[in-house]
């Protein structure tokens, strides 16, 4: 067989296996993430919001896997932050980052779970939220419902483009922003933020993608189209069942 022939073939099954290859790998990552959702460890508390946050596609989607070194930004009581800490692993590291705005013991829940030695790769960072940053470079930043309060007084509010540039800088090239939040009306851009507790997505990604993100892809997994965005997110008759957007923003692979 001739030395072209050869490497003819070669290629050929190169195009072939490489998607296989490539859909064998991202299953294996879906069983990790199925794997830290499943984990008896975790508090029943976690457990009982699971269904509502369709985390097994949603940490599917954001594309989280072992080894990465993310920042779940703004964790509340750690409920992802746990899940990260199991997905990521032993070559991975959490950073849970608690701006000082919030109340003095806002970081209660989080430090509990970094002291807790199921989770011995998650640490606490307290920081002010225009001086974000991270002791190294990061593969994911999330932050999840929880955009719209940067827009309120008691964040200052935050600077955004700052922010998000603090954001951008502390990514590894090819790194993901993952923003998911409580839409609010097409349009409406903070209106409903201290209210209603909602942000218009537009306005998001308007935000974002000023600080240099592409914008790699949105899901609709936890999309409703019978929420009208006129109540309140607590309110028992939307509770948990709100219109969200799942956005993934990339830091461009060429970028420094």
């Known amino acids: 067989m001739s030395t072209i022939k050869q490497l003819f073939i070669a290629s050929l099954l190169m ?12 299953e294996d990552i879906k069983d990790v993430i199925a794997d830290a959702i499943a984990n008896p460890t975790r508090p029943d508390s976690d457990r009982q919001q699971d ?25 509340g009581r750690g409920y992802v932050t746990r899940l990260f800490s199991k997905i990521v692993g032993k070559d991975g590291h959490v950073y849970a980052v608690v701006p000082t705005e919030l109340r003095k013991d806002s970081d209660k829940a989080v430090k509990e779970i970094a002291a807790d030695p199921e989770y011995p790769n998650v640490s606490v960072l307290r920081m002010p939220v225009n ?3 991270a002791p190294e470079k990061l593969d994911m930043v999330w932050t999840s419902m929880n955009y719209h309060d940067l827009h309120l007084d008691f964040f200052g509010p935050a600077d955004m483009s700052k922010l998000n540039k603090a954001i951008y800088d502390a990514l590894k090239p090819g790194g993901i922003y993952l923003v998911l939040d409580h839409a609010a009306e097409k349009g409406s851009g903070t209106r409903d933020s201290g209210t209603l507790h909602r942000i218009d997505p537009e306005l998001v990604k308007k935000e974002v993608l000023a600080a240099g993100f592409e914008l790699d892809a949105q899901s609709d997994v936890l999309n409703n189209p019978n929420d009208d965005h006129t109540l309140k997110v607590f309110d028992p008759d939307i509770r948990g069942k709100t219109d969200k957007f799942v956005f993934r923003f990339r830091k461009p692979s060429g970028a420094m």
Do not use: M, N, Y
């Open 15 to 26: 195009t072939v296996l490489a998607p296989l290859t490539q859909a064998g790998a991202d």
């Open 131 to 133: 001086e974000f940053s």
């Open 51 to 75: 269904a509502d946050r369709k985390s097994l596609e949603v940490l599917t989607f954001a594309g989280v896997k072992p080894g990465d070194k993310v920042a779940d930004f703004i964790p």
